[in-house]
């Protein structure tokens, strides 16, 4: 999953005023659209905020938890707003939200502004409604079943045990930036089947960051910005992966993972090159960010939280005798006997919601509990409002993960989504983590360095300053 919306302003307050005129710009474009007066009284309630800005301000000078609770005490769980020049309707019930996500998904198309679009490439699967997006996303599925992952363990277990001493050697390190870089790696590794050779992995590796840089950036295409480089950077890997879909056509070897399966296809359901290209940099951007603002999540709350990082050790240590025993790496086998540091990882993933909320653009006049949603109106499934309510997950400030040895109520817990775009690299991600925790744990130990309390925006939320650690190997203390 990719992120929308730049990051909250408020370190970028110089920036206000240019969001301000892009704002209005963005009205004048758009059009407020008039509704007749009565059609007017059935919209949900909500304030659309000030004439041309909306309440997008409001967003994005506060953190947005407490932009999103406040209304939804004032308003209940549907409310209107207006954001960027765009009227929207925000949701965090979560009988409406299966609503939008599954059983109208046919009404709400996703809808990214076109700056992102055009950097990942206009024929990815997140653009795409109907039979394209079905086609493609059985494709993705089918390379991150579990079948399909269990091959890549011992990979995934190389590339942590290659990452561990460099963090050991390092004085500090930016957890953020150290979990991306072993996301990135996988992602690679689960996309191309096999790391790439080292010439085409620096080039696919540099071009792939300035496209990322760009992604996060205001949208100006001028001589110079972030978002001009990343274009012609979009451009150039465009070319690289072109090159190795060509060999790797030339030699009649498809090799594995995600592009062996868009290689492999009969002729009459074969992509285009630019379809392949598309949706590889869209799965490598989907899995690489989010996997890693977990994961220092993760640290985060074993850190905080000593009791829970006893009991996560204790299990891997039963994990690390057996394969001691036996003289042997982690297995597929292995990561399914891992009960509590699965509802960890759980926990943190319904505590950190990193994905606070999608958009949907509702396709036609909808009506939903009484109150309609016009044509053009973006809809926003608010998940993080839905995990932290006290109905659903008791104490949702705390983070306790014993909550989820009894399974969540039925739809209130989504941090992979839900529906025909719910996330299909799920599993993926969790066994990522569980082999890194595995490890790290086992193996090694580390302290927050420096109190840098406080959520950053980059553009998912993670701990203030990616969370600086020291890890130290266990038999060196
Ligand atoms: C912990 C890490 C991850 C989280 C929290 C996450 C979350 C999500 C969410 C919430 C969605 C649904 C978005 C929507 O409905 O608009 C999504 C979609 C997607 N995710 Fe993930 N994801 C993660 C890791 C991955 C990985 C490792 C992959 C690699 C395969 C991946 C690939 C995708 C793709 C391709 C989609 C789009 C699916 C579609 O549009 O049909 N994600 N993700």
Not at 255 to 262: A, E, M, N, P, R
Not at 324 to 339: A, K, Q, V
Request: aromatic share 10%; charged share 20%.
């Amino acid at each position: 999953m990719m992120s929308l919306l730049p990051p909250p302003l408020l370190p970028f307050l110089p920036f206000l005023s240019l969001l301000l005129l892009l704002t209005i710009a963005c009205y004048f474009i758009h059009q407020r659209r008039g509704l007749p007066e009565n059609e007017n009284r059935r919209l949900p309630p909500g304030s659309m905020g000030w004439p041309y800005i909306g309440e997008t301000l409001s967003l994005y000078t506060q953190n947005p938890n407490n932009f999103f609770s406040k209304r939804q005490k004032r308003y209940g769980n549907i409310f209107k707003s207006e954001i960027l020049g765009c009227p929207c309707v925000m949701i965090s019930s979560p009988e409406v939200a299966k609503s939008v996500l599954v059983t109208q998904s046919h009404l709400f198309k996703p809808t990214y502004p076109k700056s992102k679009e055009m950097m990942i490439g206009p024929e990815a699967v997140f653009f795409h409604q109907g039979s394209y997006h079905s086609h493609l996303k059985k494709l993705i599925q089918s390379s991150f079943l579990p079948s399909a992952i269990k091959a890549s363990v011992s990979k995934i277990e190389s590339i942590v045990l290659d990452l561990l001493p460099v963090w050991e050697h390092s004085k500090v390190i930016n957890t953020l930036h150290e979990m991306k870089k072993y996301s990135y790696q996988v992602a690679i590794t689960s996309v191309f089947g096999k790391m790439l050779e080292l010439e085409e992995m620096e080039g696919v590796k540099h071009l792939y960051h300035c496209i990322e840089k760009g992604y996060n950036s205001m949208p100006l295409n001028l001589p110079g910005t972030p978002f001009k480089k990343a274009m012609k950077a979009r451009k150039l890997l465009n070319e690289k992966l072109r090159n190795i879909i060509e060999k790797r056509r030339e030699n009649g070897e498809h090799g594995g993972g995600l592009l062996g399966v868009l290689l492999g296809l009969k002729e009459e359901d074969q992509l285009t090159d630019s379809q392949i290209a598309d949706n590889i940099i869209g799965v490598i951007f989907a899995a690489h960010d989010t996997t890693a603002s977990v994961l220092t999540w993760l640290l985060k709350y074993l850190q905080d939280n000593p009791n829970v990082l006893d009991a996560v050790k204790m299990e891997q240590e039963e994990i690390r005798y057996m394969r001691l025993e036996t003289n042997r790496g982690i297995t597929w086998d292995d990561t399914r006997r891992m009960p509590i540091t699965t509802q960890v990882i759980q926990e943190t993933l319904r505590a950190a919601s990193i994905i606070s909320f999608t958009f949907r653009e509702a396709v036609e006049d909808v009506e939903i509990e009484g109150y309609l949603i016009p044509r053009g109106w973006k809809v926003l499934p608010l998940f993080r409002a839905i995990h932290h309510c006290s109905d659903f997950f008791p104490n949702p400030d705390k983070f306790d993960p014993s909550r989820f040895k009894i399974a969540p109520r039925a739809d209130t817990y989504m941090p992979f989504g839900k529906g025909v775009h719910s996330c299909p690299g799920s599993e993926l991600a969790k066994v990522e983590m569980l082999i890194l925790i595995h490890h790290l744990i086992t193996s090694y130990k580390w302290e927050v360095i420096g109190n840098h309390n406080g959520i950053q925006y980059v553009p998912f939320p993670v701990p203030k300053k990616g969370l600086p650690i020291k890890i130290r190997r266990i038999s060196e203390i």
